[in-house]
Every structure is written in structure tokens, then in C-alpha cells.
């Protein structure tokens, strides 16, 4: 896509200089750390499964079991449970079944070390294999089905609580036309520090993400596209205290999309910093791995921050998940960057205020699929003037080369949407886009004008904010409110028990294998160094 805002090559430069500097200090410190879900996802991903008559994970019972014993976790947790695979004989079904049955995995010293790191990465190289499986899958089915999505591809929710019920509109979305299918989790599962097991179907203001539950989705959806001739992206949220774990069942079932923003859950789940920083790095490490796209949650600034006023901070964001995606070797094609058309719809010149902004976003990451979210904080209960404000949303998005598409809702201020306001969304932004398909390439912004000036105003204003955290230390700006009017103590939140310091004698062949595979321990590009390394330059 052609730049056509003018925007100066060397602020922008600056700003991802900025980026690295202030999350060079974070990425020390989760170099040092692990966390109870960090473990749980590495045992997901050697194939620990299951639960016990109370539906406590094994994952969960393992981690706890070695958490209580001489040492902690400080070595990680894996070593225990493939110390009592080995000692007990069988498979790790057996295993899985006998912990969920009540055994120990440290009723007993650690085994031969060295049979155990085989093992170890025996299971490891299994498990990573058939994350590997399902992301050449996708890539295959996307190849034989090119140029057959929308674009920007069109992004629908599906949130009844009941994974059968969800399926069934999430299939009929996708017959209407829907690429992606989004299930929302339920309400304050991100709060949860397990992951539930099986099948749900009491979810409240949406379905509970386990396993069983990707599965199902899954399967349908690959039905669905089979039917229609092209690929059903699906979409669930790796957020939370069990960000890691949810970003391995994904892996494990080929989802596609994972919301995984690096700052979401400290902010507007009031989930511990320290604990936030160390499970997303590991959770994106696992999404690269998988090939999925992750989304992140800029969007949320403007639902309690001035969407005018406060622009700078999303952009400011973009620039700190960037380089926090590309600490844990994501891709700029992976990256989801959010932001969303948020601003009073009374502001004079608002929609080219919005265009500017969405229109900055493309220019500044060009290769990444930006994901553009509808009005909803000013959205109208008056159904026609909300129809008008979500297909001006349709607008900018295609006009401007957005990547995914959320689609608006004309009830979205009433109630949660039915059926037939899906469909409407699905055709109004259908029709929208198709009668514009090619005016992007007609267009040219004045110099000197709204729209220039405005990108320009945007980004001037992140650098100066990037400056400020960077002399104030990321953590510190979150804890004074520096992002969203949100303020959150260091050592507040919820789930700090629950981050360890690593041992000596810290090992895990999942997170070796992941550096090894993303190319993260000989890393050297410009976009990808650290400050540091920038330094010696």
C-alpha cells in the first residue's frame, strides 16, 4: 500500500527505538521467571490431560503437588512428572489417569536425570509435532482456497454459553459469508487459574475455552468451509491467568487467532504485572510456533479513555506489543494490531479524524493484519443511526487496508445481537466493501490537511508519550495510569503467588525447542534487537 500521509520516516524510527528501551528491562525479568500456568502449558504440550473427580486439571494437580515439595518450582515442573512416567512404566495416558486418581509425581526422588531429559524432549518433539501438523494443515487449506475470503476478512462473535448452540451459529455465520468466528469466553473465566475441562454448556455471556470445546468449534467450522469452498479462521482469547495454557490448546486443535495482548489483562482485569509480562512471552513463543494470529486489545483504551484526546496511547501500545510480539518471535504477518472507531460521533470532522488514525495504523505497520473494532461506546439504541454509524465504520476500514474486521452490530447498545443482526452486518459491510473494492487506489490525502495533520498530530504525541514511560520504566507508568486512566499497582493484582523465580537448575525442553525453532537465541535483525544490542552498534 502506497504511504500517501507523509508520515517522517525517523519518528517512526524512533518510536520502535523507544519500544525497545522500554521493554528491554521487562524482557531481563522474564528471562529470570516461569509461573504455575507456564508449567501447565508445558505439560499440556507433553500431553497432560485429564482431571480428578472434582474437574482440578492434571496439569493443575501436578504443578501443585511439586509446588508444595523441597524446592518448588524453582526447576520447573516437568522433570517430576516425567520422573514418575518412567518410574511407574506405561504411557502418559496412564499417568494422566493415575494423577487424576490421586497420585503423587513426588512421592519419590527424581529418577536418572539423564533418562528424564530424553524423555523429556521425546514428549516435547511429539507435542510440538503436532502443533506443527496443524499449522501446515492451515497453511494447505489456505492455499487451496486463496483469494476465496473477504478482505479485509469479516470477524463475527458467536457467545451463547453452550458450545452447541454456538455452533450452530457459528456454521450459519459462516454460510452467510463470516471468515472469522470468535468465541467469547465466559464471564470472568480470565480470572480463573485453571482451565476447565470438557465440553461446557453453562457459560454466561459466553462459552467456557477448554479443549474439548476448540475441538467441537473446530470441526464444525472445517465442515462449514468445506461447504462453502474457503477456510473459517477461529478465534479465542489466550488472556488471562491462564494465558499460556489457552495459547497450547489452541496450538493442539489449530485455532487461528488468539486475542494475546502483552498489557490487556493488567489493565482491565486487575491480573499482577509481573505475572502478565512472564505468560505472554511464553503464550506468544507457543502462537508463533503454532502459526496463529494474535489480536491485540488497544480497542479497551478507548472504552475508558478519551477516544480524540487519548489516541496517542493506542498508537504508543502498537509500538510496545510490536516489539513484545517480536521478542517472542512473532512475525509482523502475525500481528493483529487493535485499535477501533471510538470517537463521539459529535465531534466535528470525526469520521476524518478516524480515517486518519486507521489510515496511520496501515502506513506505520504495513505487514501487519490490523484488526479494526466497530463503534461501541457511543453506539445508538436508535437501530437506524447505528446501522449509518457501523457501515461509516465499513468505510474506513476497507478504504484504509485493514486486515480483520470486526463487523458492528446495529443492536449493539440494546442487546446482545440475534441472528438476523449478524446477518445484517455480514451483508451491509459485503455490500459496502464490494462498491468501493478499488477506491483506495483513487484516493490522495492534501497536504496541509485534516487527515494529514491529524496522523501527524498522532504520532507526534506517542513518540513524546514513549519518551515519558521510558524514563519512568514501563511498570511504573502502568501503575500511575499512564495507559487507558487505568492505575495498577506493581505488586497488586491478582496471581503474583503464582510467579517463581527460576533455580539453577531450571530446565524446559518446550521453551528450548520454541527459542530454537523461532530462530530467538540468534536473533540479529534491526527490527528485532534489543537496546543494548543497539547500543554496541
Known amino acids: 500500500m502506497k504511504e500517501k500521509l507523509g508520515l517522517p520516516r525517523e519518528r517512526i524510527d524512533r518510536a520502535r527505538e523507544l519500544a525497545s ?4 528491562p521487562i524482557l531481563d525479568f522474564i528471562a529470570d521467571h516461569t509461573t504455575v500456568t507456564v508449567e501447565r502449558a508445558t505439560l499440556r504440550l507433553v500431553g497432560a490431560d485429564g482431571a480428578d473427580p472434582d474437574g482440578v486439571p ?12 523441597p524446592g ?14 518412567l518410574s511407574r512404566g506405561g504411557d502418559v495416558e496412564s499417568l494422566n489417569a493415575a494423577i487424576a486418581a490421586g ?12 533418562a528424564i531429559r530424553r524423555k523429556a524432549s ?6 510440538l509435532a503436532r502443533v506443527r501438523a496443524n499449522r501446515e494443515l492451515r497453511e494447505e487449506r489456505l492455499a487451496r482456497w486463496a483469494g476465496k475470503n473477504n478482505d479485509p476478512l469479516l470477524y463475527l462473535i458467536v457467545a451463547t454459553g453452550n458450545i452447541y448452540e454456538d455452533v450452530k451459529q457459528a456454521k450459519a455465520a459462516a454460510l452467510k459469508g463470516a471468515d472469522v468466528i470468535a468465541v467469547i469466553r465466559t464471564t470472568a473465566q480470565s480470572l480463573l487459574d485453571y482451565v476447565p475441562y470438557g465440553p461446557t454448556t453453562e457459560g454466561f455471556g459466553g462459552t467456557y475455552a477448554t479443549q474439548e470445546n476448540f ?7 472445517d465442515e462449514a468451509g468445506e461447504r462453502v469452498g474457503r477456510y473459517i479462521w477461529l478465534t479465542n482469547y489466550a488472556s488471562g491467568l491462564c494465558m499460556p495454557e489457552i495459547a497450547a490448546m489452541g496450538a493442539l486443535e489449530r485455532l487461528d487467532m488468539m486475542l494475546n495482548d502483552s498489557m490487556y489483562g493488567i489493565l482491565f482485569r486487575d491480573i499482577n504485572m509481573y505475572r502478565t509480562f512472564v505468560d505472554q512471552k511464553f503464550s506468544r513463543m507457543i502462537n508463533a510456533y503454532a502459526g496463529i494470529t494474535i489480536n491485540t486489545g488497544e480497542d479497551n483504551y478507548l472504552t475508558t479513555s478519551d477516544a480524540y484526546e487519548k489516541a496517542y496511547t493506542v498508537l504508543a501500545s502498537q509500538f510496545l506489543n510490536e516489539r513484545f510480539a517480536y521478542a517472542a518471535g512473532l512475525p509482523a504477518r502475525l500481528m493483529g494490531l487493535g485499535h477501533a472507531m471510538e470517537m463521539d460521533p459529535t465531534i466535528k470532522n470525526g469520521f476524518l479524524y478516524e480515517l486518519a488514525q486507521a489510515r496511520m495504523a496501515r502506513e506505520i505497520f504495513p505487514e501487519a493484519p490490523l484488526k479494526y473494532m466497530p463503534p461501541t461506546k457511543f453506539m445508538s439504541g436508535d437501530v437506524f443511526q447505528g446501522l449509518v454509524m457501523d457501515n461509516m465504520f465499513n468505510f474506513v476500514s476497507k478504504v484504509t487496508g485493514q486486515g480483520i474486521h470486526l463487523l458492528g452490530m446495529l443492536t449493539e447498545a440494546i442487546h446482545t445481537p440475534f441472528m438476523m443482526d449478524r446477518f445484517i452486518g455480514l451483508e451491509t459491510a459485503k455490500y459496502v466493501m464490494n462498491s468501493m473494492a478499488d477506491l483506495e487506489g483513487e484516493l490522495e490525502f492534501r497536504e496541509g490537511g485534516i487527515i494529514r495533520g491529524r496522523a501527524l498530530e498522532v504520532l507526534e504525541r506517542a513518540v513524546s508519550f514513549l519518551e515519558e514511560i521510558a524514563d519512568a520504566g514501563l511498570m511504573e507508568a502502568i501503575a500511575t495510569g499512564m495507559f487507558a486512566d487505568v492505575k495498577r499497582p506493581k505488586d497488586g493484582g491478582k496471581g503474583l503467588e503464582g510467579l517463581v523465580k527460576k533455580g539453577p537448575g531450571y530446565w524446559n525442553p518446550v521453551e528450548e525447542a520454541l527459542e530454537t525453532e523461532l530462530g530467538l537465541t540468534e536473533r540479529s535483525s534491526v527490527a528485532e534487537r534489543s537496546s543494548a544490542e543497539r547500543k554496541e552498534d
Open 103 to 114: 497420585a503423587s509425581v513426588v512421592d519419590r526422588p527424581l529418577g536418572d536425570r539423564a
Open 58 to 69: 492434571v496439569p493443575n494437580l501436578v504443578v501443585d503437588q511439586v509446588r508444595s515439595s
Open 122 to 127: 521425546e514428549l516435547a518433539s511429539a507435542g
Open 72 to 85: 518448588g518450582l524453582e526447576d520447573g515442573a516437568l522433570a517430576a512428572y516425567v520422573s514418575a512416567l
Open 215 to 221: 475441538r467441537i468449534m473446530r470441526a464444525a467450522l
Open 21 to 24: 528501551a522500554i521493554s528491554a
